[in-house]
């Protein structure tokens, strides 16, 4: 049986989450996480160069409160994706990571931009639901997750 993973309790653990599950993803150990918080960054949290591919992408983290009913919207895609036009030198892929749940109208919007060549990268969102299915087949990962959750646990 398998469980649900807790959303990380704050924007940098899921952005540290993210770094680490791109790294892997993209089998890039040079993947980086983007400058630091308060720096300007291009609407890129992590990028790297997946092995697969001679061309950099990128990952930009919406941390989104699902208690309160809180999701990823089109307008916050398109502004998120406009910023990462300016990153240098040009994505070849963009992903929208969020804590939010998955969301098929957002979904189309990825494919329909990705359809009519709206930007020079693909855009591609992953939702929690999809995090937690990649973090869950990637036991290195969900020990790390796990480690989190734990800490975060006793700091209440």
């Not at 949290?45 to 409160?65: E, I, R, S």
């Not at 809180?70 to 895609?77: G, H, V, Y």
């Not at 502004?79 to 979904?107: S, W």
């Not at 992953?126 to 937690?132: A, F, L, M, N, T």
């Amino acid at each position: 049986m398998r469980t649900r993973l807790p959303i990380p309790a704050t924007w940098q653990d899921f952005e540290a989450l993210c770094h680490q599950l791109w790294k892997q993803v993209w089998s890039d150990p040079n993947a980086q996480l983007n400058g630091r918080s308060g720096q300007a960054q291009a609407g890129v949290d992590v990028w790297g160069k997946p092995m697969y591919t001679a061309h950099l992408a990128g990952v930009q983290c919406k941390d989104k409160n699902g208690f309160l009913g809180s999701k990823l919207t089109e307008a916050e895609l398109l502004n998120e994706c406009a910023k990462a036009k300016t990153f240098a030198p040009t994505l070849d892929v963009f992903t929208m990571a969020t804590t939010a749940p998955r969301d098929a109208p957002l979904q189309e919007v990825a494919r329909l931009l990705n359809d009519g060549g709206a930007y020079p990268f693909q855009v591609h969102v992953w939702s929690w639901d999809d995090i937690e299915a990649e973090v869950a087949s990637r036991p290195s990962l969900d020990d790390v997750h796990a480690t989190w959750i734990y800490y975060a646990s006793m700091q209440i």
